[in-house]
Structures are given as structure tokens and as C-alpha cells.
């Protein structure tokens, strides 16, 4: 195994890093690391293009268009991500999945998250980031397992590199962190995507993560989708600050803003971000502004501390219909390609409703199994406690 | 294996130049052969310095870890002989240090990290609760935490407040943790290089005044004992034996409970000193043997007695060995109110004399 770092004295790396910056970009730290003015968008709602001067972008912040292939195999995610978010809730209306906390409306942010990594790099979820798991190339069923109720996670986390979705918030932030380090001590150019919401920056691990990856220098992008509210909780109560991305600065690392329902900007900086930390210049954070057109789950009634204006204001902003809407005028989605997008949207809805609509029959003796690699004595017995009142209830049938 | 540091400067070190190091300081240790005099301190810090040269993938970072060698000077050595890659401070955020180390467990690590003090390590219970303890279980296995959090616990050094809790009962409560916390020289080195071992997370507790304690051990047997695999896992140790009663005890109160059987010996009461040694997986077979044997015990504990490690000891006994007792089985503990300030500490703790007390209360006459 190779093991290499450069922890430089302090002086030294913020010396190297204020070079670095002059060199690449022609402006101070400061500036690099403070976001742009205004939020980075490249579309407008209604689907048009904005001038380049118009997009946000100020020296050391510019952002070159996507690719057409890579548009539009982000579309065709975005639309699968879409239909996924409305099949699920329908699952749970049906009884069929206990919860189902919805990304809708957020489905740009979930699919620029996972296209912007290769294949070696990691994806630390939320929760609520189910599509961007399955963007990621987990199977459909084994995503939704968790929210299904028959275990608490439903996919190998190392078959593409993404870590549980995580509920407790923001801790999943510093295992992004530690997957960075140990990468990097390796001599491995990982990137690492560590994904919260607006809500969780107030908690104390989006503090000790931000820093401990900028004191270490770590490739990790801290992804927030500011869709608005904490369950209830508008931003306002959250943090005063002037943006989530301008506390990048107090870490000493990057921040930048975008339009979270704009996808051609999000794969812009995204991919930009990717390609700096690749390259060795350290943590990066992005806040992107997007909206929870849902209820936080099922189980709240956003209607008591939101007005429907301000739903239906951000309606207008959807990412599907902007981004269709963009591709159509500049002549790359025809009806064929729309049809068989959709027929593909179809078949994973499909998947999902075989795949969450027939009982898996649980297995109780498993909850001893995983508890620890080596397992103790004690839970052998309760083990043995567990399969014996099964064998009586089996033989009373 | 290649080492790249720019730590002053730009100095690349091939490893097998800190390896020429690392092999020189192990056999300059192994060199003396036979037993030696060693603290619990340099057992520890053996323990993890071995560990690092067996496994490259074994790391130690935590605060003051580093250049100073750990508050308790654990770490004492370790960045020197493997460099900062491999033995580092943090940024001082006990939740940062286990939160990260979990995701370095994730990518093939087995970091071996220090909290400073018992109370310190509060801000790091959710990811232990949370993430630590549940990562193998809700993954079914395919992620393992082989990680040690080394924890400094308990009184009798005269520490300020925050400095001294007995904070085992919190993690042997948490289903999904290991707990170990050795009570001699020679377990220090024993159980911590296990610990490393262990593809479970371990909650490794060390009775901070005991780091100083003594002993003859023979690192060279100690050595050849783990790579034999000799396991003290949920293994019990008699240190001492007897016929009379027994006392269970572990961590900082097997010196105490020991004591108290030399005392009780010259008034011709035989006492039997179980140490515990890990506290989770719970060795109930040696325990209760042993009480099956005395048909008396009594369990000493430096944490507070109400819903704790004690209290488990006590109900797991008399579920097994029920009809063995001849007296109900008693507790010395701590008191339950918050550890005391230094003047006062030695009215908390459970002492000589009030285990012999309560040895007294154990229904001889009958």
C-alpha cells in the first residue's frame, strides 16, 4: 500500500494555495473563495438561454456549457428521477412503503450530484436523495428498501461507492471526510460528493466536517440543496448569513451559489467543482437553490406554514420543464427521444412497483446476525430465545 | 510502500527508511528479553506502535496526539517513528474525529483514535450511537468499523471537573459496541492490540490512574502470545483466587478490589478477585462460576451504581446463580451524583474499606 500527504505547515499552505488562485484564476483568494455576485443559471425558467453576461459568472467563477451528451443523458435522468419521486409517493399512499421522503422538484440537484462523479468517486446521501442513489447506478428496489421497512438499508455500499442514506444530519458529512482522507493518504484521486439540506448546515457536524476538510486539504464537495424549509423551518430561522455558500470562506475553501432548477448550470459548476478538487485544490462548497414542492414526508401537511402562492411561484421554475423546453429549441430532443425517455421512466416505475408491491417475507434470526463481525455469547443466546419461540409459533400452526 | 511528507518543507521519505526506524525502536523494545519493568503506559503505547508496523493501515490521530505525544503521552513516539500521515493531530472536534474516522474505517482504515478525556467524548456520541455502533448491523456486515476509540476514564488522579466520569455504562448500554478496559500492565498491551485487531468497533477504556501503575511483563511473551491469537474477548481473569467470596470488579477498581482481599485474607476471609476485563462481551461463565463457587459476591464499580455496568453485573449473576447465593449479592459504587471535585473525590470512590464492609454485610452468620 502507498501512503502519501502533504500536511504543509499552515503558513506555507495558505501562501501556496494564495499563488495558486493569482496563477489559475487572476484574482485573491478572497474573491475566489467568496461566491459569484448573483446565483450561477445559464437557463431561464421558460427554457431560454441566458447571455453569457447574464449567467452570473465573474473572473475565476466562469463556467463553460455542458456538453450536448452530457444534457441529455442528464435529461433522461431528471425524467426517470421525476417519475421515480411520483411512483414512490404512490407506493405509499398504497401502503406499499412506510415513508418516502420525495425529492419532487429537487431532481436536478439529485441528478447533477451523482452524473458529476466518475466511477471511483463517492456519494454521501441524505434521506432524501434516493434519486441521486439510483442516478448513481444502485438498483431501484434495493434504494427504496429502507424506506420499504424490512431493514434499514438496502444496498452494499461499496458496489458504487455510496454511502448509507443517512438520517441523523449532517454526520455523514465528516464519513465523506474520512473516505477523502484515507483516499488521499493512499495516493488515490477520489473525489467525494458529501449531500445536505439547508436545514442541517445548523447542525455542529456541517461545522467540524467543513473544517476538518479544508485543515486537511481533502477533495470533498459539500453539495446543500436549499430547497427552503427544515420540515417546517424556513431558512430564516436557520441562518442569517448572506448565503449558505458564503460560509465557505470561514473554512478558508470555495463557495458558489447556483440555480437548483437549472440543470445545465448545476452540471456546469458541479462538474467544475469535480475537476478542481480532482486536481488538488481542496474542499469546495455549493449551495444550490431549489424548492421541497412536497411535504417534508407523508406524514406532514406543508399547508400550515407555506402558502400555495409561493409552491405555485416555484412551479413555474420546474427543472423538467425548463430543461425540455431548453433541449427541444436547441434542436437535440425530438419525439423519439422524448418517447424513449419516457418508455425508460416507465420501466423503472414498473421495476419499482414489482419490486416494493410483493411482500418479502422478513427473516427475525437476522436481527442478530450483523450486529458485530464477531458475534457474542450473549446475543447467540438471545438468538437461540428468538428461534425457539419461532419453532413453538411454527408448530401451533 | 512509499511515504511522501512535505511536513518541514519538502522532505520525501521512503517508508522503508521509517520502517529501518520502526524495526530498529521495535528491536531495541524486544531486545530486552525476559520480564521488565513497564508502566501501563508504554504497554499502551507498544501495543499501538507494534500495531503500526504489523499494518500500515493502522492510524492514531486525536488531539495532541502528535508532536506532544497525547495529554497522557499514549501517543508518545508514534508520529516521530511513522510520521504524520499515520499519527496526527486533529482539529480539536471530538464528533470530527470519530465522524471522520468512520468514513476512514469505510475506505480500508483502521484508525485507532484518542478522545482526550471521558467527558470529552460527549460531543462524539451520536456518530458512536449512531454510526459506530450501527454501521455493520444496518449494512448486514458489508460495512465493517474496525476502529478503536480509546477513552481515558474515571477518578483518583484529582482531576477537575469533566475529567474524571466513568462513562463505560453509556457504551455497554449501546448494542453494537465492544467494551474493554484492561486493569494490569500486560492486558494494556494485550487488550489494545486486539482491539486493533477486532473488525468491530471497540470502546477501549483506560483507568487513567492506572496508566502510571507498574509491572514485570515480558513484552517478547506478550508479543508471541498475539500472534498465536490468543484472545481475552469476553475472557475473565481471575487475579487472585479464593473460596470465600467473590469480588467483581474492572478497570481502575481491580486494584482496590485486590487490596481489599489482601486485607480480608489477614482476618482469614479468602477472597476471590475477578477482573473483568472486557465488559462487553460479558465473560458470564468464569463470573458465575466463580460465585457458584463462594456463593457470595460483591460487585465493585467506580461509575455511579443506579442503571449501569454494576447493575447488569448483578442481575446477570443471580439469573444464573440464583440458587448458589447464600447473601443477597451488594454493590460498592460510586455515589449517584456528578463525579466530585479533587477534595472530595476519595469520599466517592469505592475504597477498601467500604468493600470490606460490605463483604461483612454478606450473611456470614448463617
Known sequence: MTIHADHSAPETAVEDHAADVRTKFGISVEDYMLPARHQIQMVNPDGSLRSHDEQGTEPGHEYPTPSDAELMAAYEQLVVGRRVNDQNSALVRQGRMAVYPSSHGQEACQVAAAMCLSEGDWLF???????AVMTRGVDPVEVMTIFRGDWHGGYDPKEHNVGIQCTPLTTQLLHAVGVAHAAKLRGEDTVVMAMCGDGATSEGDFHEALNFAAVFHLPVIFFVQNNKYAISVPLSHQSVAPSLAHKAVGYGMAGERVDGNDLVALLAVMDRAVKLAREGSGPLLIEAHTYRMQAHTNADDATRYRPDSEVAEWQAKDPLARMKSYLTDKGL???EATNRIAEHAEAVATQLREGLGED?????????????????????????????ELAREESAK | M???????????????????????????TAEATGPQSLTMAKALNTAMADAMRNDPSVLVFGEDVGMLGGV?????????????QRCFDTPLAESGIVGMAVGMAINGMRPVIEMQFDAFAYPAFEQIVSHVAKMHNRTKGKLKMPMVIRVPYAGGIGGVEHHCD?????YAHTAGLKVYTP???ADGYRMLREAIDSDDPVMFMEPKKLYWSKDQVDLGALRAEHDAGTSTEGRAAVARPGTDATLIAYGPSVPTALAAAAAAAEEGRSLEVIDVRTLVPFDDETVCASVRKTGRAVVIAEAHGFASVSSEIVARVQERAFHYLAAPILRVTGFDVPFPSPKLEHYYLPSVDRILDAVDELQWED
Open chain 1, 360 to 388: 418479502v417475507p422478513v427473516q427475525p434470526l437476522d436481527l442478530f446476525k450483523y450486529v458485530f463481525a464477531k458475534p457474542t455469547p450473549q446475543l447467540k443466546e438471545q438468538s437461540e430465545l428468538l428461534a425457539s
Open chain 1, 125 to 131: 446521501p441524505t434521506y432524501r436523495d434516493a434519486v
Open chain 2, 166 to 170: 466513568s462513562s463505560e455504562s453509556y
Open chain 2, 2 to 28: 512509499t511515504v511522501t511528507t512535505t511536513a518541514n518543507g519538502t522532505t520525501t521519505a521512503n517508508v522503508s527508511a521509517a520502517t529501518a526506524n520502526a524495526a530498529a525502536s521495535a528491536a531495541a
Open chain 2, 72 to 84: 497522557f503521552r499514549i501517543t508518545d513516539g508514534l508520529m516521530a517513528e511513522f510520521g504524520e
Open chain 1, 333 to 335: 430532443l425530438d419525439d
Open chain 2, 183 to 185: 486493569a494490569t500492565v
